[in-house]
Antibody, heavy 123, light 111 residues
């Protein structure tokens, strides 16, 4: 059974660095081409893709936040970590991680999602 | 980045009636392999998004056949033949051809 669970602080102060962890089970981060992605959703707003990482350590970031985002993985712990530097109240959102199932010709499917974790940025 | 738009943004429906959502992309999502890299997700109230359709028209595992996806290039449609109570929520289209981008969402609820 594939599961993903996000964890991290509920409240972060402006200018601080937010660190979120996605702990996965039911699949290995070593699986050929398997990956994990992070997506966020401000309250009442739409989904925004943030970053992804694959088993071969290939990484990609959304252009608008690239300078502030870092994604990494610890295969032994089955965890993917996302950091967002210099947070601002506009970064308040529910942050989701999802499994990437690579299918054909570069198509990546987001087939399993975590429950999400709400992070509030406020002083 | 590819920009995704959806219409309508709000869709009041009647149980048992059909429903349709349109999604458009700023660039063609048609891959050289003949598939459109367009997915549909449903976010039910208080839940995480769940995959409904992928590659434009393929239903994800467990998705009832009252859901269908169509379209190619830059114009796509999600149709529900007969809306049921469990279908309410926000529907998002997402392009997977380049770095992923989502549409603004279509909120479907009962009249």
């Amino acid at each position: 059974q594939v599961t993903l669970k996000e964890s991290g602080p509920v409240l972060v102060k402006p200018t601080e660095t937010l660190t979120l962890t996605c702990t996965v089970s039911g699949f290995s981060l070593n699986n050929a081409r398997m990956g994990v992605t992070w997506i966020r959703q401000p309250p009442g707003k739409a989904l925004e893709w943030l970053a992804h990482i694959f088993s071969n350590d290939e990484k990609s970031y959304t252009t608008s936040l690239k300078s502030r985002l870092t994604i990494s993985k610890d295969t032994s712990k089955s965890q993917v970590v996302l950091t967002l530097a210099s947070v601002d109240p506009v970064d308040t959102a529910t942050y989701y991680c999802a499994r990437i199932l690579p299918l054909r010709d570069g198509y990546n499917q987001f087939d399993y999602w975590g429950q999400g974790t709400l992070v509030t940025v406020s002083s | 980045d590819i920009v995704m738009t959806q219409s309508p943004l709000s869709l009041p429906v009647t149980p048992g009636e059909p429903a349709s959502i349109s999604c458009r992309s700023s660039q063609s999502l048609l891959h050289s392999n003949g598939y459109n890299y367009l997915d549909w997700f449903l976010q039910k109230p208080g839940q995480s998004p769940q995959l409904l359709m992928y590659l434009g028209f393929i239903r994800a595992s467990g998705v009832p056949d009252r859901f269908s996806g169509s379209g190619t290039g830059t114009n796509f449609t999600l149709k529900i033949s007969r809306v049921e109570a469990e279908d309410v929520g926000v529907y998002y289209c997402m392009q997977a051809l380049q770095t992923p981008t989502f549409g603004p969402g279509t909120k479907m609820d009962f009249k």
